[in-house]
């Protein structure tokens, strides 16, 4: 698990890059022929892990429920982000998993309620959900790269 967590750090920093580099103006844009935008893609993967990993845990998310309603599979955009939304969605970004990893060596994950993920592979426990975790975060690396790529024209 610590090698999963260290790469799940590693991957929210590129997520805290692509917030860093990208304008205000460009996280928020749709371009032609997307259903969402890279501001959308970034909170999404934060609410993503909370949801399967403490949702599933029976433990209360460390997000707002507006938060995670508005950014949980099958949302779409409805708002631009501000300056004080991408602030705080960096240090979340860094903070979950830092609280995630303290949570683990605490033993709180101690019971897990199966999930079928819509990859038709099933999650049994907090390490699965870890595990598959990292790979919805690549996937939404992905995402990014082609919105960004689609912005620039």
Do not use: C
């Not at 090698?3 to 991957?11: D, P, S, Y």
């Not at 890059?17 to 909170?43: M, Q, R, V, Y």
């Not at 029976?58 to 309603?69: A, C, R, T, V, Y």
């Amino acid at each position: 698990m610590e090698t999963i967590l260290q790469i799940t750090a590693a991957t929210r920093e590129l997520y805290i890059k692509f917030l860093n580099d990208i304008s205000l103006e460009d996280l928020g844009k749709i371009p032609t022929g997307f259903n969402n935008n890279i501001w959308w893609n970034i909170a999404h993967v934060a609410v993503t892990q909370q949801l399967l990993v403490y949702g599933l845990s029976g433990l209360e998310p460390h997000m707002s429920k507006s938060f995670i309603d508005t950014y949980r599979k099958g949302t779409a955009p409805v708002n631009a982000p501000t300056l004080e939304d991408v602030g705080l969605l960096k240090a979340a970004l860094k903070e979950l998993i830092v609280r995630t990893k303290e949570d683990y060596h605490k033993g709180l994950f101690s019971s897990y309620t199966p999930y079928l993920t819509s990859a038709g592979v099933t999650l049994n426990n907090v390490s699965d959900a870890m595990a598959f975790n990292l790979v919805h975060e690549g996937i939404h690396i992905g995402s990014i790269i082609a919105l960004r790529k689609a912005l620039k024209g």
